[in-house]
Each structure stands twice: as structure tokens, then as C-alpha cells.
């Protein structure tokens, strides 16, 4: 089976033409790896030179490059963490969906870089590890962003993710996790899910690939909250918050979890993304981009 390389930065370039976005040169992106524990790493992606002025966290058996587009469109100084037991990150002490050991470490991973009252934005499973961070440690987070997540999220309306995320152990090549990942993702591009697979499944030594997520145990959409009373999370957050939802099939927040996020937090902004699933940084990732850069005033 041949080798495929991979080079992590080689692609943005897809993302800018396939959206629309100047690209007269490379960003400045690079690779970090932090320190949380004793022999535990949490890895992210550096965009710009700069103390980043957001952090980024992506959903369940994701990865930080899922933001790529989002990061281009906003073109600051920002931060997109691969959460424990995801993409380049170590494994979760408390395994695949502890959200509150998520917190922790990306916490940890947060002052160890010196970064400290910072917007912190994240989608699906990473909004509710930037909800309980925003709890857990209030001085490290000045706004708090929910991409079409809410503490009403329940297995039942998760069901289609775990579904994809429940999938073979292994695949024998890379056509075989592309034509999974356009299965369940009818909408968008064949070359934008190739590249996304690329980034989030790794090649093992006979060939066969696997999800880099399922190298550390359990599926990722299994997400722990218990006993944490995430509502009771969001009542205590006090600083301004965004839920950006998406109003097309695939979304697992409802009309219902929109107005008790609203009657917990009565000045939220609320965002809705006509025409995209779950998954709004890949679907209509112009429109977070702007949802994003209007919350935090630019």
C-alpha cells in the first residue's frame, strides 16, 4: 500500500480558493505543543506572530483544523487547540468525552502560554469544554462562544454524529474514509472532505488508516457532563455570550434550547445559520467567521 504524504500547511491554499479568500502568500501558522501534565501534551495550531486574541475549540472526533477557513476569513492572532485525545493531542487522562478533564487541560495549556482573559469560542463538544472553562477558571475567558451546541444536547440529538463517529475501526485506504465522510456529509465538496480526512485520520504501517481520535479508546462523541449541570454553568457565566446556530438539518440545538439559553442568559446574541449542519465552520464558514468577528467587535 503506498504511503501518502502529508504536509499539514500545504492546503490552505484550497481553503482560501474554495471560499473566496485573498491568499497572496502563506499565513503564518505553525504547530505548538504544551505541556499540561507530566508526560502530557496538548498540541494546537499558532496562527500570526502575536499574542492570540482567540481561542478555538473544535467538536467531538474533530480536530483545530476544521477552523482553517474560519482562521483565514478572520485573519487575526489566534489559537486552535486540539483537544485531549484528538488530532496531535496526548490522550485524555479520563478518557474520550471527560469534558471537564477537556477544561482542565486546555486550561493548563492556556497558562502555561501566558494567554488570559481571551474569547474563547468553541463548537459542539468544544463549546461545552469553553463553558465549563469559563466556570472553572473565569479570569481566562473575557467571552464565551457556542457554535450550535447548548447544554441541551442529548444523545438523541447527537444521534447522527455518533452514528458517523461509530463507524469501522479502520479503513483500508483513503477513498474508503472519503466516501464515508461524503455519506454523511452530502453537501460539501469532495475536495474539502478529502482534505478534512487527511487531517484527521493518520495512515498506520500496513497501509490502513484509522481516525486519530479512535487511536486513544472510546468514540469522541460520547461526551460526559455528569455531574456537572452545564445549565446551571451557563446561568453562572458572566461574561457576554454568542451561540451561533445552525438552522439546517444536522443541528442538534432546537427552538426549545435557544430560548432557555436566552432566559439564563437574557443579553446572549444569537446567531442563525440558514442552510448548514452541525458542523458550521465547514458548511458556512464565511458566515461564523462573521458572526465571530462581529462578537468580538472588529
Known amino acids: ?105 486546555v486550561g493548563a495549556m492556556l497558562g502555561a502560554l501566558g494567554i488570559a482573559h481571551v474569547p474563547v469560542v468553541g463548537m459542539s463538544l468544544g463549546g461545552m469544554v469553553a463553558l465549563l472553562l469559563a466556570t472553572a477558571i473565569p479570569d481566562a475567558v473575557s467571552r464565551l462562544g457556542l457554535v450550535d451546541v447548548t447544554p441541551g444536547l442529548n444523545p438523541e440529538k447527537a444521534r447522527h454524529i455518533t452514528e458517523f463517529v461509530q463507524g469501522p475501526a479502520s479503513f483500508p485506504d483513503l477513498d474508503a474514509l472519503v466516501a464515508r465522510a461524503m455519506a454523511f456529509n452530502p453537501t460539501r465538496s469532495e475536495r474539502s472532505l478529502r482534505r478534512g480526512v487527511l487531517h484527521n485520520a493518520v495512515q498506520q504501517d500496513d497501509g490502513t488508516w484509522v481516525w486519530r481520535h479512535q487511536r486513544h479508546g472510546a468514540p ?54 440558514e442552510g448548514s449542519g452541525h458542523s458550521i465552520q465547514g458548511d458556512r464558514p464565511l458566515e461564523l467567521a462573521r458572526a465571530i468577528g462581529s462578537f468580538l467587535g472588529r
Open 1 to 105: 500500500m503506498p504511503r501518502i504524504q502529508y504536509d499539514e500547511f500545504s492546503m490552505l491554499h484550497e481553503n482560501a480558493e474554495e471560499w473566496g479568500i485573498p491568499y497572496s502568500a502563506p499565513p503564518v501558522v505553525a504547530r505548538i505543543e504544551v505541556p499540561v501534565t507530566p508526560g502530557r501534551r496538548i498540541s494546537a495550531l499558532r496562527w500570526g506572530t502575536v499574542a492570540p486574541q482567540l481561542v478555538l475549540l473544535h467538536g467531538g472526533a474533530q480536530n483545530a483544523h476544521t477552523f482553517d477557513t474560519v482562521a483565514l476569513a478572520l485573519s487575526g492572532p489566534l489559537l486552535a487547540v486540539d483537544l485531549p485525545g484528538h488530532g496531535h493531542s496526548d490522550a485524555a487522562p479520563g478518557g474520550m468525552g471527560d469534558v471537564a478533564g477537556y477544561a482542565r487541560d
Open 220 to 273: 469522541a462523541a460520547t461526551v460526559t457532563l455528569e455531574p456537572v449541570d452545564a445549565w446551571a454553568a451557563l446561568s453562572a457565566v458572566s461574561v457576554p455570550v454568542l451561540l451561533v446556530r445552525a438552522m439546517g438539518e444536522g443541528s442538534v440545538v432546537d427552538d426549545a434550547d435557544e430560548a432557555e439559553l436566552l432566559r439564563r442568559q437574557p443579553s446572549a446574541t444569537v446567531v442563525h445559520v
